[in-house]
Each structure stands twice: as C-alpha cells, then as structure tokens.
C-alpha cells in the first residue's frame, strides 16, 4: 500500500480513472475468504488524506464509549431535541460553552462556530 508522497504521485500519474481502479493501483486490496479481491477504500482515502497533510486522528476517532464504533447518525428525541454525543464534540475539541450559528438548508443543518465562516470546515 502506497502512502506519503509515492501515494499522491501515483494518484497524479494515474489521472482521470475509476475510484476503485485508483485504490487498487495503490495497493489498497485485501483477498476474501472465497479468493475475489476487496477494495478497503476507507483506507485509501485515510492515507490519501494524512499524504495531503490532513489528520483524522486516526487513534480513537469513530470509537465511543465502552470502545464501541460510532454510528455517525443522530436520532430527534422524543421531546425534539437532537443529541450529538460527548464521543463527537470530543474529537472536535468542542468545550461547554462553544457557540454555533445554525444553518438550516433543504433537509441539512449546518453548525458554524461564532465568528468562523462556512469554508473553515
């Protein structure tokens, strides 16, 4: 599996192909039991992401409480509220007290901190 800048060079040569087509010249394939190939595409664009200097925090992003994997959905309560989880403002590095402009779009919500811009994403 490529990384670093061997991983954006190759992603460069390799110009306009398919998704999978890119993760596999990469190297990012694992075999199945029954012998077919398996694109790891979340891995892929994790190391493409680290390679163009963008950290996730790959060390416990996506694990909650109790090392249980995050879902990444929300449910509205039954009183109408919506709960986001300590596990998502915690790799945030959202404090109490942090305000947000609401943004309601068609069918989206977008949180932005007091005095950021939409482009800080």
């Known amino acids: 599996m490529l990384t670093g800048s061997e991983l954006l ?18 190297g990012y394939v694992s075999e199945k ?14 190391a493409l992401l680290n390679a163009k200097g963008i950290d996730l925090g790959t060390g416990s992003a996506g694990v909650g409480k109790g090392g249980r994997k995050l879902s990444y959905i929300a449910k509205v309560q039954g009183n109408g509220n919506l709960l986001i989880g300590k596990a998502y403002t915690a790799m945030l590095d959202l404090q109490p007290g942090d305000e947000f402009d609401i943004k309601l779009g068609r069918k989206q919500i977008r949180l932005i901190p007091v005095g950021g811009s939409e482009e800080d994403e």
Do not use: H, I, M
């Open 33 to 46: 039991k029954d012998g077919s190939q398996r694109v790891n595409f979340t891995a892929f664009y994790e």
């Open 9 to 26: 060079a190759k992603v460069k040569d390799l110009g306009d192909v398919s998704k999978t087509d890119l993760a596999t010249a990469c």
